[in-house]
């Protein structure tokens, strides 16, 4: 019984928009077991992507809703389903999908059992098919590199993006918490993930991270280029999150970086331009990259090959500035939905497991 109700769970996982895919192991099932407890998973069966008050969920459930309530709150706690708090009113519950979301709520429950199976996972749950069609995240220039000559759109500036957002929060990164643990990490900084609205009053309830103000989240995001780090907000012009991440970490790059063309699997609107007749040969450039997309010539002289993200962390640093960002064709820029519903919506359309209408209408009945 125990095993059919985690089979259940994965299944009922994989329908939402990101997915939770099998694997010939069986590693998904016992990440599923440390998360939740049999009851919790059999009370997650019963949510969808449609927010509930906890009397709803009773009614339906046949149970007392003071019991459900109460389990429905620890549930949201432990970061295995998602609470929304409107201005009036009780919490809404809801289904929530295990990457990006169930996954990282646990930055703080990492243990090296957990990590361990989660990266068996990862290549498994990061389908390249289907980021490249519909990416959870996208990558965007760093403040210091993006060209002048060029129109950038708002939602291509993470400071613009930040100044949108009264709301935000500072998370500690799981990628590299994880990777810690397993005894690979860096030591670059850790509270780096920047989340806005809804979603910082989540991880802010659950204790996962604290309120900053905006000029924080802009000190953060220049230690994020002194560091090396990549801009990742949410795939959508109205952003949830910015994720700054390194290639050493980073769950998303290191998979992607094990393809001869990552340029071609992440989202981003820029590719890095080399002026070689300036170029000094410092190697400075090959050491910022995250992709290793830069090598030097027996001439020292830097050249740029299809592993390029656009993240410009190159640019920023580069002495003689023969580096710079160039904004790649249309044909080549992938679409940036305009809201995170959207984006949502894309994602479960090309994955085939939840048609776009069915979506859009369980949002709207649950905005009534």
Same mark, same amino acid.
């Given at each position: 019984?125990?095993?059919?109700?985690?089979?259940?769970? !994965?299944?009922?996982?994989?329908?939402?928009?990101?997915?939770?895919?099998?694997?010939?192991?069986?590693?998904?099932?016992?990440?599923?077991?440390?998360?939740?407890?049999?009851?919790?998973?059999? &009370?997650?069966?019963?949510?969808?992507?449609?927010?509930?008050?906890?009397?709803?969920?009773?009614?339906?459930?046949?149970?007392?809703?003071?019991?459900?309530?109460?389990? &429905?709150?620890?549930?949201?706690?432990?970061?295995?389903?998602?609470?929304?708090?409107?201005?009036?009113?009780?919490?809404?519950?809801?289904?929530?999908?295990?990457?990006?979301?169930?996954?990282?709520?646990?930055?703080?429950?990492?243990?090296?059992?957990?990590?361990?199976?989660?990266?068996?996972?990862?290549?498994?749950?990061?389908?390249?098919?289907?980021?490249?069609?519909?990416?959870?995240?996208?990558?965007?220039?760093?403040?210091?590199?993006?060209?002048?000559?060029?129109?950038?759109?708002?939602?291509?500036?993470?400071?613009?993006?930040?100044? @949108?957002?009264?709301?935000?929060?500072?998370?500690?990164?799981?990628?590299?918490?994880?990777?810690?643990?397993?005894?690979?990490?860096?030591? #670059?900084?850790?509270?780096?993930?920047?989340?806005?609205?809804?979603?910082?009053?989540?991880?802010?309830?659950?204790?996962?991270?604290?309120?900053?103000?905006?000029?924080? !989240?802009?000190?953060?995001?220049?230690? !994020?280029?002194? !560091?090396?780090?990549?801009?990742?907000? @949410?795939?959508?012009?109205?952003?949830?999150?910015?994720?700054?991440?390194?290639?050493?970490?980073?769950?998303?790059?290191?998979?992607?970086?094990?393809?001869?063309?990552?340029?071609?699997?992440?989202?981003?609107?820029?590719?890095?331009?080399?002026?070689?007749?300036?170029?000094?040969?410092?190697?400075?450039?090959?050491?910022?990259?995250?992709?290793?997309?830069?090598?030097?010539?027996?001439?020292?002289?830097?050249?740029?090959?299809?592993?390029?993200?656009?993240?410009?962390?190159?640019? @920023?640093?580069?002495?003689?500035?023969? &580096?710079?960002?160039?904004?790649?064709? @249309?044909?080549?820029?992938?679409?940036?939905?305009?809201?995170?519903?959207?984006?949502?919506?894309?994602?479960?359309?090309?994955?085939?497991?939840?048609?776009?209408?069915?979506?859009? #209408?369980?949002?709207? #009945?649950?905005?009534?």
């Amino acid at each position: 019984m125990a095993k059919d109700i985690y089979q259940r769970l !994965a299944r009922h996982l994989d329908n939402l928009p990101g997915g939770f895919p099998s694997t010939e192991s069986g590693v998904e099932f016992r990440i599923l077991r440390r998360l939740f407890a049999p009851e919790e998973a059999e &009370l997650a069966l019963n949510l969808t992507l449609i927010p509930e008050e906890s009397a709803s969920v009773a009614k339906r459930l046949r149970l007392p809703e003071d019991e459900i309530a109460l389990r &429905l709150e620890d549930m949201a706690r432990k970061g295995l389903i998602y609470r929304i708090q409107p201005k009036d009113g009780p919490p809404r519950y809801m289904a929530w999908q295990f990457a990006i979301g169930i996954w990282e709520f646990h930055v703080n429950d990492l243990d090296p059992d957990l990590v361990r199976d989660m990266e068996k996972y990862i290549p498994v749950l990061l389908n390249v098919d289907v980021w490249k069609k519909a990416p959870q995240l996208r990558t965007i220039p760093i403040e210091q590199s993006i060209p002048v000559e060029h129109v950038i759109w708002p939602y291509e500036r993470a400071e613009e993006l930040v100044r @949108s957002h009264r709301r935000i929060l500072v998370a500690p990164c799981i990628c590299r918490r994880e990777r810690k643990i397993a005894g690979e990490g860096c030591h #670059k900084p850790e509270e780096t993930c920047l989340v806005f609205g809804a979603g910082a009053d989540y991880y802010l309830k659950n204790g996962i991270g604290r309120m900053i103000d905006q000029e924080e !989240a802009f000190r953060i995001l220049k230690e !994020a280029d002194k !560091a090396g780090l990549v801009l990742q907000p @949410s795939n959508s012009q109205e952003i949830a999150n910015i994720c700054c991440c390194c290639g050493c970490c980073c769950g998303v790059l290191r998979t992607f970086k094990q393809h001869p063309r990552p340029g071609t699997i992440i989202s981003s609107p820029f590719r890095v331009s080399i002026k070689q007749e300036t170029c000094q040969g410092c190697g400075t450039c090959l050491g910022r990259c995250p992709m290793d997309a830069l090598q030097m010539s027996e001439e020292k002289i830097a050249s740029i090959d299809g592993r390029c993200i656009g993240c410009g962390l190159c640019v @920023s640093t580069c002495p003689s500035h023969s &580096l710079s960002l160039a904004r790649k064709p @249309s044909p080549e820029q992938s679409e940036v939905p305009k809201t995170m519903l959207k984006s949502y919506m894309k994602l479960a359309r090309v994955r085939g497991k939840l048609g776009a209408g069915r979506l859009f #209408k369980m949002w709207l #009945k649950s905005r009534r």
